[in-house]
């Protein structure tokens, strides 16, 4: 059974910074994780992602600069580093797995039950 979980949401006022992490487990061999966000009322917005077998990185232009995804020693982890937060960065987020970065309409097979960003003025 594969498993993404999220955790490192939180409260922060703007300027703050907060790092998630998603830890994976089962996943299929060469499966890349991705960060995504939903605010109430918007759509679901790619933040980034990273696959190393593909020489591939991508980050939103609405966090570029200020968020990085990357891997820690701990295995089958993958962190969001979030700094400058602003009040819209303020939603739900979400890993999610599959064999490639796909871009806008590819839903990936794989999802994480999201963990709350909340930043405040």
């Known amino acids: 059974e594969v498993q993404l979980v999220e955790s490192g949401g939180g409260l922060v006022q703007a300027g703050g910074s907060l790092t998630l992490s998603c830890t994976a487990s089962?996943?299929?061999?060469?499966?890349?994780i991705g960060w995504f966000r939903q605010a109430p009322g918007k759509e679901r917005e790619r933040v980034s992602c990273?696959?190393?077998?593909?020489?591939?990185?991508y980050t939103a232009d609405s966090v570029e600069g200020r968020f990085t995804q990357s891997s820690g020693n701990v295995k089958n982890t993958v962190y969001l580093k979030m700094n400058n937060l602003k009040t819209e960065d303020t939603a739900v987020y979400y890993c999610?797995?599959?064999?490639?970065?796909?871009?806008?309409?590819?839903?990936?097979?794989?999802w994480g039950q999201g963990t709350q960003v909340t930043v405040s003025a």
């Open positions: 089962g996943l299929p061999f060469d499966y890349v």
């Open positions: 999610a797995a599959d064999f490639h970065c796909y871009g806008k309409g590819k839903e990936y097979d794989y």
């Open positions: 990273v696959s190393r077998k593909d020489d591939y990185t």
